[in-house]
């Protein structure tokens, strides 16, 4: 059964985006400034897809203010975003996996903000042991004999 088969039988919408930083005075600068690129590129995206949407908008904003992809990332899940796996830079997906296999008590463990991410993933029906499939590139080399 496939990821849009199961949500048909729930409730849960696949995506939610984000709100405006709660404090828009200079602690938050950063993060609303993040945030009004983010949806003013985000109807721009020339996809159908909402998570390619997502990820290149994500992109867009971090190339444009000279950012990790992934910190783009985690300031928008920090002001609500949720989305399906595929919606979200390999290298945050690393950072959420890892934190998510620590106890909530140690450090680099989740926060809020994650746990609630991973509820969600687990509500629309992702793959729940994705952390454990993670393909780790290898460098073969090959030998040619010429004749």
Known sequence: MTLTEQN?????????LPFPPEDPHEAAK???EIYARFMRHL?????????IQILA??????DMMVLDDAYV???LVDLGLRAPRLAFPEMYLEFVDAALMR???EIGSANRDMVELKMH?????????AAFRRAYPTLTEGIFIGA
Do not use: H, L
């Not at 048909?8 to 939610?16: A, S």
């Not at 109807?43 to 998570?51: A, L």
């Not at 993933?121 to 042991?129: H, K, T």
């Open 73 to 75: 990332a985690k300031v």
């Open 30 to 32: 950063t993060e609303m």
């Open 57 to 62: 908008a994500m992109q867009f904003v971090a």
């Open 103 to 105: 106890d909530g008590y």
């Open 121 to 129: 993933w687990d509500a629309i029906g992702e793959d729940r042991f």
């Open 43 to 51: 109807r721009t995206v020339p996809c159908s897809r909402q998570e």
């Open 8 to 16: 048909k039988n729930q409730n849960v919408d696949p995506i939610y």
